[in-house]
């Protein structure tokens, strides 16, 4: 192995371990303020107040409600799509995470004050759940890669009963979060991916699928 070599593997070792600690820190983050906020009364959080739609110190949760859970339930049950999603969405790197991330909690927090139900506190990261599932569903037809295609069907066939159940108002269920975090995913895929790659004359077509080529 040449030194070459070498370094690349240093490096991409490096990345790769970047990412997942991106990825612990942040699901990590919620168990945190969850363990805490275990001791606190019901209703409250050591992180502070989830969304409360139209109103000005409800604008702050935007920031806040995804790392505030209702119970060790919704918290499971978000962690793992959270996981699952999240690592492929890291595949690609952190910054697409980071961009998939902050665009669908900022528009499924944004669409949550403006036009969810009133009188409530809204909290979870169901939204950016939602926000992570529909950029991979819709990524693949704004970069048109292979990658992305496959990721979409393997993401459809998980979850693609989960969207449609997510997006039916149901009592004591934030749906103005989940349908404005699918929406926020779909705006950063559309935002990401706004030219699809090409491939130009003498380049090596795995490029534009994102694969890497084999080296002896």
């Known amino acids: 192995m040449s030194r070459e070599n070498v370094v690349q593997f240093h490096d991409r070792d490096r990345s790769v371990k970047l990412r997942a600690l991106a990825l612990f820190l942040f699901i990590g983050l919620m168990w945190f303020v969850r363990g805490i906020d275990a001791f606190l009364p019901v209703g409250f959080s050591s992180a502070g107040v989830g969304i409360v739609p139209r109103s000005s110190g409800g604008l702050e949760g935007i920031v806040i409600t995804p790392f505030v859970h209702a119970s060790w339930e919704h918290l499971i049950a978000n962690t793992i799509p959270l996981a699952v999603l999240g690592a492929l969405i890291l595949l690609r790197g952190l910054a697409e995470f980071l961009f998939a991330l902050i665009t669908s909690a900022f528009v499924s927090g944004a669409g949550t004050w403006l036009f969810g139900e009133g009188h409530a506190q809204h909290v979870g990261a169901s939204g950016i759940v939602l926000g992570f599932i529909g950029f991979l569903l819709f990524r693949s037809a704004f ?70 080529r084999m080296m002896e």
Do not use: C, Q
């Open 143 to 212: 970069d048109r890669r292979l990658s992305s295609l496959i990721i979409t069907i393997i993401v459809a066939g998980l979850y693609g009963t989960a969207v449609g159940t997510s997006l039916i108002p149901e009592e004591g269920i934030s749906w103005s979060g989940h349908f404005f975090g699918f929406l926020g995913g779909f705006v950063a895929a559309r935002l990401r991916y706004r030219t699809a790659p090409k491939i130009y004359p003498g380049e090596h077509p795995l490029a534009v699928l994102n694969m890497p």
